[in-house]
């Protein structure tokens, strides 16, 4: 029997990614023991009663005792605080990660709460559903997917590599960037396109021409899939725009220029340049589907009830 990667893992916070980290370490057999910590008394008697945890606290603090691994699942803004918090009670040694969605911010936020002897490497997973709680979290939710590292220059070679590997094991890709680059690059995959979703969903439901009730009920399928993206955790979104609002903000200039462009195009019937711009993005959509980030199955790969 081989030994397990880590002796202890604590994460701090159970929700989504915390709770789907919980199965997939517990699928490959990479701890000897998972324990964590939730603000909630009831999150925490949750991931219990699942099996997530062995141990659970109300506290980081309690959590992060004798933990070689700690991993903060919480929203972006909540990172700095908990690292505070923590900050005396990391092991010798410990690798401290975290999973948020920004990166430049954390790393400001964190690393000056690191000790000396324990090593920072921020990362993030990009996976997730619009699901939150620890219900929500299953195995393969990285499997296949890309989970992005940025270490700092000064950061131990030897804990990156070791976190890569715990997230190759995870079922994960990984690669290696800077912070910068990472926020840049996130800010139009993933937090442009969730603002995006947030507005169009609450443009239609305030029309005041348009009843709730037509707007739910006529719903075709780009909507539903805007109001998929817009049911995401508004406290974990509303971290990552205030975080990484300089990315965002170059990323929307750009956007509402290609969007006047559009418009003046439909404006002044120009189909060339709609056909043009729309064959364009199609053809993004099956660069995504041969780079194996999503399916070609009809209807998104959704099984119909």
Known sequence: ???????????????????????????????????????????????????????????????????????????????????????????????????????????????????????????HPIAGTEQSGPESGFAELFDGRWCILTPEETTDEAATRKLKAFWEALGSRVEIMSPE????????????????????????????????????????????DFTRIAASDPTMWRDVFLNNREAVLEMLGRFSEDLTALQRAIRFGDGETLYKTFADARAVRRSIIQAGQDTAAPNFGRTPK
């Open 1 to 123: 029997m081989t030994e397990p990667m880590f002796n202890r893992i604590a994460l701090i916070g159970i929700g989504l990614i915390g709770s789907s980290i919980s199965h997939a370490v517990r699928r490959a057999g990479l701890a000897g023991e998972i324990v964590g910590s939730a603000r909630t008394p009831a999150t925490v008697e949750t991931a219990l009663k699942l099996g997530l945890i062995s141990k659970g606290y109300s506290s980081a603090t309690e959590a992060v005792n004798g933990a070689d691994l700690v991993v903060l699942c919480v929203p972006v803004g909540l990172c700095g605080p908990i690292a505070k918090e923590i900050r005396d009670h990391l092991a010798p040694g410990a690798i401290l990660t975290d999973v948020g969605s920004v990166k430049g911010a954390i790393v400001r936020d964190v690393a000056p709460h690191v000790p000396a002897g324990v090593h920072f490497v921020a990362a």
């Open 181 to 224: 680059h990472h926020d840049l690059v996130l800010a139009i995959t993933s937090h442009l396109p969730h603002l995006i979703a947030y507005n169009i969903v609450n443009t239609a439901a305030h029309l005041e021409r348009v009843t709730d009730s037509e707007v739910i009920k006529f719903s075709a399928g780009g909507f539903r």
